[in-house]
């Protein structure tokens, strides 16, 4: 149980193209989903947290007009890289939080999106 | 800020070796501490937690004890098997509330050869 998967699982694009990255718990109800970003050899850093039917709240220095987040149902967030740029690649990874059940406060992560942008 | 500093990878053991990966912490507070692990292709998975000073997290052979006093979590095992060849974080959470992401650290990536 508490499996999170993400799609795709890589993408390649071209500079100044829109790419969306879906986040799904696939066996529970996500109140929370974390987004987080990896870069070679360095700590995943979280960009933001969305809670189910709310906004979500972006961490200092992540441009949320730039890093689109929904989170329209219990089990599906997004992340759209809008207008992306080589500086943009990187590897993404979800989590989610179920919270309130006896899965508790913990976090699932999903394996994660390596985007390159050309 | 919180910050988490681990030791900087590659770690190569030979099988049956004793396994320490140190982890030290910067938070305000009274974070929770845990320790993830990531195989080949997979997302990170919870390896143990630690939520309160002297606390010890254990799960598969695997220990970590929450030391307040040298804001440390480090993480050992007795005796590695080449199938915990993986990379290993180090996080905190911190106490502001439950629903706040995770600090990690950048990782160490763990060779055990057979």
């Known amino acids: 149980g508490a499996v999170v998967s993400q799609h795709p699982s890589w993408v390649i694009c071209k500079s100044g193209t829109s790419v969306k990255i879906e986040c799904r718990s696939l066996d529970f109800q996500a109140t929370t989903m974390f987004w987080y970003r990896q870069f070679p050899k360095q700590s995943l850093m979280l960009m933001a947290t969305s809670n189910e039917g709310s906004k979500a709240t972006y961490e200092q220095g992540v441009e949320k007009d730039k890093f689109l987040i929904n989170h329209a149902s219990l089990t599906l967030s997004t992340l759209t890289v809008t207008s992306a740029h080589p500086e943009d690649s990187s590897f993404y990874i979800c989590?989610?939080?179920?919270?309130?059940?006896?899965?508790?406060?913990?976090?699932?992560f999903g394996p994660g999106t390596r985007l390159t942008v050309l | 800020g919180d910050s988490v500093t681990q030791m900087e990878g590659p770690v190569t053991l030979s099988e049956e070796a004793f396994l320490t990966i140190n982890c030290t912490y910067t938070?305000?507070?009274?974070?929770?501490l845990f320790w993830y692990v990531q195989y080949p292709g997979e997302g990170l998975q919870l390896l143990l937690k630690a939520t309160k000073a002297d606390d010890k997290g254990s799960n598969k052979g695997f220990e970590a004890t929450y030391r307040k006093e040298t804001t440390s979590f480090h993480l050992e095992k007795g005796s590695v098997q080449v199938s915990d060849s993986a990379v290993y974080f180090c996080a905190l959470r911190s106490s502001g509330g439950g629903a706040d992401g995770l600090t990690f650290g950048k990782g160490t990536h763990l060779i055990i050869q057979p």
């Open positions: 938070a305000t507070g009274y974070p929770s």
């Open positions: 989590s989610a939080r179920a919270g309130g059940s006896s899965l508790g406060n913990e976090q699932f």
